[in-house]
């Protein structure tokens, strides 16, 4: 059944969607805007193409005044974001970054929610050699931003271990099945010849003019849901038998992002469509994303997110054009159950390896005057014979390290003060942020630098009601655009101007349920004077295994939040 809330089109293409017909496949004037040496930063048309490649421009938001007082233009850098399919990257891989980030970079690594690298503060003529240095490593960053399917998750946990390598593989297959097929990138970076006519060249999925907005797909296994399957525009959920992978279920429709004060946009969650085997999963993947292609908004882009596109048509509706595309029907869902979504840190045995989850506050690797962490890091990455994993929650596991390495790594962690958090309270443990100020031209609010500091005085509450290793999820996010994905916090805070959130309350610890608006525009002071009572009475009257999401319903702050249509309600 069609909802006429979200019609096909409010009226002629967005702006974006002419940049994308006239780009030449995306190059546009690219390689020219790079050249040119009188500006640090390239033209406003030139970084919406950027961004398929990978980054975007920025500017240093601290110094933003003082630079227009002095009649400079802003302090532009650019950030650019690996494709790291599952977050998998080898020593070499991490060496590679970490060498990028001091020799072009800000001197820091982020630790993504998409379980990838983003390098901060690369200045516009370091761009080429820098992309060229991650390819060196084997990394590339095609579609990591832009209007196409970004940076493909996967489940990270070290105790799935023996499975992981399998499932691991389909989200590298899917994400390699899903890369758009111009060969600007390889132009323009890597100085590849270009050999085609562009009249000649195609996207025989994207077409021309790509997606309406990013689709992201991510792949999980329960009872595991680290990668938050239910906020993903295309979902995996592993199904197991005896320990064997026989397929997966199909979800479709999650998303986070919102714009404050517009009731049309809101966050959802994904809903299952059906189930597939693993031989048939690229082909689903691509002729759903095909089905966003052809129906997904692209008037309004607040709209053009393939969460809207299916409350327009509806699940059925979805289901049936699937099938229709794919020339046969995909199955019925098959049981799963997930039991929590956050990471398992210290030591864990599985696959006769062993696998170290540490605890990287809000993902960002660097040293301080008491923590080298990033030369801790890089000291391991040097003798280490597995794998690095980025997990979807910014932490970071050593992985696949043989019982004889064992012992070596752990003198490393000790030499240089790495943890596992767990001295830490589990709110800290399960808190996420995106970066937002300095760097992010969209932030309203602080998250990275201001979070931890928060948890600091909510820990003093946490003390106080005995309730300091009580899980509970708390995410913050700069602004609505959801990139912690806050709609899933226990406890969320989205930034609305500088010092000022909206708070929501009652999300699912499994996350399955989205929060809801508990204040709004509200400062620390206020967020502490909320919340003091608040988790007080929860340590008083908390049921037997009850989540504190589960109890701020049950006890009236908030109500359930069943679909991403009733949020604002």
Known sequence: MTNNRFPEQHGPPSDMEKIKDESDYLRGSLVESFAERLSAGIPDEQTKLLKFHGSYMQDDRDVRNERKQQKLEPNYQFMIRVRLAGGVASPEQWLKMDELAHTNGNGTLKLTTRQTFQLHGVLKWNMKKTIQGMNDALMDTIAACGDVNRNVMCNANPYQSDIHAEVYEWSKQISDHLLPRTRAYHEIWLDEEKVLDSREETEPIYGPLYLPRKFKIGVAVPPSNDVDIFSQDLGFIAVLEDGKLQGFN???????????????????????????????????????????????????????????????????????????????????????????????????????????????????????????????????????QGDFRLTPNQNLIISNVAEEDKEQIEKLVSQYGLTDGKHNSALRQNSMACVAFPTCGLAMAESERYLPSLIDKVEDILDESGIRDEEIIIRMSGCPNGCSRPALGEIGFIGKAPGKYNMYLGAGFRGDRLNKLYRENIGEEEILQELKPMLQKFAREKEDQEHFGDYVIRAGYVEAVPDGVEFHS
């Open 250 to 384: 199909v979800t479709v429709g999650g998303g986070m992002g919102m714009t404050h004060g517009d009731t049309n946009t809101y966050p959802q969650l994904a809903k299952v469509l059906g189930f597939c085997r693993p031989d048939q999963t690229l082909e689903v993947a691509e002729k759903i994303l095909t089905i966003q292609r052809d129906y997904g908004n692209r008037s309004e882009r607040k709209n053009a997110r393939f969460k809207y596109t299916i409350d327009r048509k509806g699940l059925d509706w979805i289901r049936q054009e699937l099938n229709a595309r794919l020339g046969w029907d995909i199955e019925e869902e098959r049981p799963y159950t997930f039991d929590h979504n956050g990471d398992r840190y210290g030591w864990v045995k599985g696959d006769g390896k062993w696998h170290l989850t540490l605890f990287i506050q809000n993902g960002r690797v660097k040293d301080s005057e008491d923590y080298p962490m990033m030369t801790g890091l890089r000291e391991i990455a040097k003798v280490h």
